[in-house]
């Protein structure tokens, strides 16, 4: 792993959604999967810099992005979120740490 650069990774969501496909005109069973990038200092700094998510039509094999609302929406069902904790909050528990820090020091 560099010291510090960009990784991007996708996987396939453990869940389905009924939405309506173009090419098949009607409303079927669609897959979701999701791609992103972190940036990452060394392991422990690491930050979304951008995510997509996309459903699949399970009859045609049309996809499609999901909208940002629906793709949060998407994320906020059980175990829909693939990323993992730090690399999504990574970034702001060490500047949390940083902050704590520096007030304990100033005021200390
Ligand atoms: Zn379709």
Known sequence: MF???YQTKTTD???SAND???RCGKVTAHSV?????????????RSVRWERWFAKCSLC???????????KAVRRMPKADPI????????EVLGLI???????????
């Open 3 to 5: 010291i510090w650069g």
């Open 13 to 15: 969501i453990p869940a």
């Open 20 to 22: 309506y496909c173009e």
């Open 33 to 45: 999967r999701a791609e992103w990038e972190i940036a990452h200092l060394y392991v422990f700094l």
């Open 61 to 71: 094999g049309t996809e499609h992005q999901l909208s940002p609302a629906l793709a």
């Open 84 to 91: 993992p904790f730090w690399d999504r909050h990574g970034g």
């Open 98 to 108: 940083v902050v704590a820090a520096i007030a304990w020091v100033t005021w200390a």
